[in-house]
């Protein structure tokens, strides 16, 4: 694909050097790598066991990291101080147990790792780490158990990849609609690891809204609910305590999950918007109506402008004129601000019926916001942006460009100062690192709620004179960290905590909060052995803390 329009933007944007590519490292070597950390008895065990597992460099490498800037970077450019010494490949449930077992048996750390996207360190070795550390790759499990027509429930394993998933219950006329931006390579272990949320939730709901039930094997044994009804009242829900625990608590390893039979019909649509304050108000108002199509999301101008930057080259006379037919329409006749506009992409999903309602209502809320619908297909490509997205970033890296993205939650009230404040912020930071060049910032409103909306923040600056970018970025982050709890964000919506946001976990639930977490961490798991450090520190021997 040909992107006529990016180098422009980068250009103007970051004033780069296209010339110059920033070569990456040569591929790591098992000289290049930590060597690992062999618990003898342990593994004598483990080949006894026939597990499948390995001690190669690069099988290691891959599980050491997920997809965070500096996690990236240390493939890049850097370098590991601290791997995982083993990976195995359980295939089961009854081979989980095996292997936690085993693990906590000899006082071996387990980490598991689900499709490695997750972008919080969490799955970054501690690097004060003694211990032998496994990594527990569920990519094996990956299997629908079951299947119930009649109760609109399948089981599955842990390790299945959000594709997979919808492929297969496609295959059979159903569907889960959880599309997180990392569909194509996420698990639902790892969904439900770290309360994940998908693009399509106003239909299908968060991750929590579709499961039915989840089995963690711990090092206490295995926790599960007795039946798969669709809500008890018997104490605290103990799922809770496993969705957001980040590998901390145990393995996740099969999950019961609603299902539905798939929409008879699918429909994509855009609105723009004379300016971002206008399309936040249109968005409230549609939440407000609980009108919300399957998903509706709100880019800012800067983030509309970068998308006309990703159009495909166009060799068509006749696309060009009609393109510029409707920016004149826009710009002059409408008298909309090409440098204020902003877009909201639509995904309707359901019966035809049911498809043509949400669009009436959702256009007829539009425009009373000043919004002009934008067609199908700019609502398609602005759907299918936010999986280009990651690799366009990893593109940047080569050019001295670095970027990133964060999120939060907010009260509708707070949302357009959120954005506002946190934009300014993070290029007042630039500025006072003496960056020669603004940075790139830019928000989208995704997710919506009765009481609120979830909120991304897309980030990026040339690097050219810094002599550490990773840390640079990372004081900037934590300055637009600060603002966003300042303002009355959340600490995140559904990325999770990891080990990049930790020094804030107290300040958003509590002292109490912590203790609470800590006490079932020491019920369940008393030698750490899920000692990825995620959440909170952990330190070994745990009943110290």
Not at 85 to 104: I, R
Request: net charge negative.
């Amino acid at each position: 694909m040909v992107l006529p329009l990016l180098k422009d933007w980068m250009l103007n944007n970051f004033n780069v050097n296209l010339d110059y590519v920033r070569p990456a490292q040569p591929e790591f070597s098992a000289a290049d790598l930590p060597s690992p950390v062999i618990n003898k008895p342990f593994l004598e065990d483990l080949q006894t066991s026939g597990l499948e597992h390995s001690l190669d460099c690069h099988d290691r490498l891959f599980r050491a990291h997920g997809h965070t800037l500096n996690e990236i970077w240390a493939l890049r450019e850097g370098s590991f101080n601290r791997i995982p010494d083993l990976v195995a490949w359980p295939t089961s449930q009854v081979e989980v147990m095996q292997m936690v077992q085993l693990a906590n048996k000899h006082n071996v750390v387990i980490i598991p790792f689900g499709g490695g996207t997750s972008v919080t360190q969490a799955l970054e070795c501690p690097s004060t780490e003694t211990r032998m550390i496994i990594s527990l790759d569920t990519s094996q499990m990956h299997k629908i158990l079951w299947l119930d027509e009649e109760n609109l429930t399948a089981c599955l394993e842990s390790g299945v990849t959000g594709k997979e998933i919808e492929q297969r219950l496609a295959s059979r006329g159903f569907c889960l609609g959880h599309e997180p931006d990392s569909y194509e390579f996420s698990t639902l272990g790892g969904w439900v690891a770290t309360r994940a949320s998908g693009m399509k939730k106003n239909i299908y709901g968060n991750i929590e809204d579709l499961v039915v039930l989840v089995r963690t094997v711990t090092t206490r044994g295995l926790l599960e609910k007795s039946c798969n009804a669709p809500r008890t009242s018997s104490g605290p829900d103990l799922h809770h305590a496993i969705l957001g625990s980040e590998g901390t608590l145990g393995v996740v390893t099969e999950v019961v999950v609603k299902i539905r039979p798939l929409p008879e019909c699918q429909k994509y649509g855009s609105v723009v918007f004379p300016c971002f304050q206008d399309g936040v108000s249109c968005l409230r108002e549609v939440a407000r109506q609980r009108c919300a199509p399957a998903s509706i999301r709100l880019v800012d101008n800067e983030q509309f402008v970068f998308g006309q930057a990703l159009k495909p080259e166009n060799n068509s006379l006749v696309q060009s004129f009609l393109d510029g037919i409707k920016k004149a329409y826009l710009t002059r006749w409408k008298g909309f601000d090409i440098n204020k506009m902003c877009v909201a992409t639509l995904v309707f999903e359901g019966t035809l019926k049911e498809v043509e309602a949400q669009e009436k209502r959702v256009y007829e809320t539009a425009g009373k916001f000043g919004g002009l619908p934008a067609g199908e297909e700019n609502g398609e490509r602005g759907y299918f942006l936010t999986y280009l997205i990651a690799y366009i970033r990893d593109m940047g890296l080569q050019y001295g460009i670095i970027a990133e993205s964060f999120e939060t939650s907010i009260p509708w009230d707070r949302v357009t100062d959120l954005c506002h404040n946190v934009k300014d912020r993070l290029r007042r930071e630039c500025k006072a690192m003496g960056m020669q060049h603004e940075p790139f910032a830019s928000c989208r409103v995704t997710q919506l709620y009765d009481a609120g909306a979830c909120v991304y923040f897309y980030f990026a600056f040339c690097i050219r004179g810094l002599s550490d970018p990773v840390k640079a970025y990372e004081e900037i982050e934590s300055a637009a960290r600060d603002e966003i709890l300042a303002c009355g964000g959340s600490i995140s919506h559904h990325h999770g905590i990891g080990k990049i946001r930790k020094k804030w976990l107290k300040q958003s639930i509590s002292g109490v909060g912590v203790d609470v977490l800590q006490s079932i961490k020491r019920t369940l798991d008393p030698q750490n052995i899920f000692g990825n450090g995620n959440l909170f520190d952990a330190a070994v021997p745990i009943s110290k803390l």
